[in-house]
């Protein structure tokens, strides 16, 4: 069966870049916007065809999510022979358990959801949880963006550097990065204030008198950054203080507020379109050779064990 990449709004440019890896080009479905805000999406020449719907769930994330489920309906109702959700960024990722009785989790609602609309695979970058796994009714391909983001840091960070969790839900990432890279590990202690407020504590590992680089699965509001890059400093750490992440969403003022920190760099992956960080250094690095490569051997049948996330 023929291979087709459907490109949603989210992010139409990642798309078309996984595609020119393919050889092929995305089709770009028809979406109407209703004034009260309804979305209806249509597409075309995907019966009979194995299709790769490439629409990652970020801000603003229940527009998007809304778009995604349709879009999967679409294709479903178009005969499509087999869909495959392709969600670099994976919203609600981070609702993945209960914090009192009456929460709901919602990463388990997104995946009953999107098997329902017609997913029958599910392909995502460095989610929030490894969890989403277990969770979901249908196979997913958990991908990492880490081995292309440390061929950025390999040029970035000192020999001497130390690579930094910001809190310890982060510890297992930057262990990975510091084995690739051949660097330290540092954590930071922190306890959540609020969605946009963070306050760190303590630091386990040595940073004095070494420059640092930060690395975790997403950059939202920059609070956790925010005050990872205070303890640091209070630890002695040089102020030379680079800041990975594979999913940029920067919302709100969190460019504002990084760019207050020492910060000389932050390096993100195009999972979110990136816009011009002002006077926040940004460098953007491509998970499109990832994706392309993982959609070609999906296609084929064939193995993902070289590019898989490991839990």
Known sequence: MALRIVAGTANHALADAIAATLYTEAASPMVERFPDGEVRPSVSRVRGADVYLVHPTGPPVNDH???????????????????TAVVPYFGYARQDRRAEAG??????????????????????????TVALEAMCAI???????????????????????????????????????AAVLSRPVAVVLKTRVSGT???AEDLIGD??????????????TGAT????????????????????ATHGLLVGTAKERLSRSPI?????????????????????CSVAPLLGDAIGRLHLNEPLDHVMLRA
Do not use: F, W
Not at 65 to 83: Q, S
């Open 207 to 220: 940073v004095a008198g070494r420059p640092a680089v930060i690395v975790d699965d997403m950059i939202s």
């Open 139 to 177: 196979p997913v391909e958990m991908l990492t963006a880490v081995p292309a983001l440390t061929r950025v840091l390999e040029k970035e960070a000192p020999a001497e550097a130390v690579v930094v969790a910001p809190d310890l839900g982060a510890a297992k990432l930057a262990q990975h990065y």
């Open 65 to 83: 999510v809304v778009e995604l489920l349709l879009l999967l309906d679409a294709c479903r109702r178009a005969r499509a022979a087999r869909i």
């Open 264 to 284: 000389r760099n932050v390096v993100v992956t195009d999972t979110l379109p990136q816009s011009d960080g002002q006077d926040l250094p940004i460098q953007v």
């Open 103 to 128: 929460d709901a989790i919602g990463v388990r609602v997104m995946a009953d959801a999107l098997a329902h609309a017609g997913a029958q695979r599910l392909v995502v970058v460095d989610p929030h």
């Open 197 to 199: 407020s963070v306050m």
């Open 225 to 244: 950054i925010e005050a990872a890059v205070e303890v640091l400093l209070s630890h002695g750490a040089v102020q030379e203080i680079v800041v990975a």
